[in-house]
């Protein structure tokens, strides 16, 4: 059995999709929790063993120097991947450039569609058949990196915000824990430009009903 893939979780609130990666990881582990602040989600971090840290925005000069804090710890700590988890701070630019190809985020909404906030009653005002969640790579723009894979659900005429957002969450806990078991078994890959998968996630993909993006690994 080859060694678990260490990631690191960046949370700033309730942290349902950090409980979710928690229970649901196979092939990665967590190691470290960070946070900018201090949020309930840290108990479930906490509750699990698993180490971590927060560094808040007043007790450092700049933005810049407080995330190169928290952006350290997950350096030192040796992880490979950092997973974005409802983590509510703008990423510096030199940040977002050293973890690039290494740093995703789970999004509430079918990017391009909906980047922001309010992406759920934003759905319904739009009169959109079909809403969802996306898993991508971090890009210097606002939630605009190479999509990984997207989860989608129907928007029923009963649907409020609160109803939708039930519905997406419930997707976001699936499919983000299973993207990174993927890319955890090299079965989803990006080399800076494009977000590769092999046959094994594509089957797997459609087994629980993701839509992947990116190209099919060629056969070696
Ligand atoms: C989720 O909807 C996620 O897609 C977005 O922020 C929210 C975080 O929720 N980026 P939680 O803290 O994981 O419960």
């Not at 229970?23 to 698993?50: M, T």
């Not at 030199?94 to 509430?108: L, R």
């Not at 659900?153 to 997406?168: E, M």
């Amino acid at each position: 059995m080859p060694a678990a893939f260490p990631i690191a979780v960046f949370i700033s609130g309730r942290g349902s999709n950090l409980q979710a990666l928690i229970e649901r990881a196979e092939h990665f582990k967590i190691e470290l929790v960070c946070s900018n602040l201090d949020c309930p989600g840290l108990d479930y971090a906490r509750n699990a063993g698993i180490k971590t840290v927060t560094h808040t925005r007043k007790n450092f000069p700049s933005r810049l120097a407080q995330q190169e804090a928290l952006f350290g710890a997950a350096q030192q700590q040796g992880v490979k991947l950092i997973a974005l988890a409802g983590f509510m701070q703008i990423i510096e630019q030199s940040i977002v450039d050293a973890w690039f190809g290494k740093m995703i985020n789970i999004h509430p909404s079918l990017l391009p569609k909906f980047p922001g906030l309010d992406t759920h009653q934003r759905a319904i005002d739009a009169k959109e058949a079909e809403h969802g969640c996306s898993v991508h790579f971090v890009d210097g723009g606002m939630d605009t990196g190479p999509l990984i894979a997207q989860g989608r659900c129907g928007v029923l005429p009963t649907d409020d915000a609160h109803s939708l957002a039930q519905r997406v969450l419930g997707i976001e806990h699936r499919i983000y824990a299973w993207v990174l078991n993927q890319i955890a078994r090299g079965g989803s890959t990006f080399d800076g430009r494009t977000v590769q998968y092999n046959t094994t996630t594509e089957a797997a993909a459609a087994h629980e009903g993701f839509v992947l993006h990116g190209v099919r690994m060629s056969a070696r």
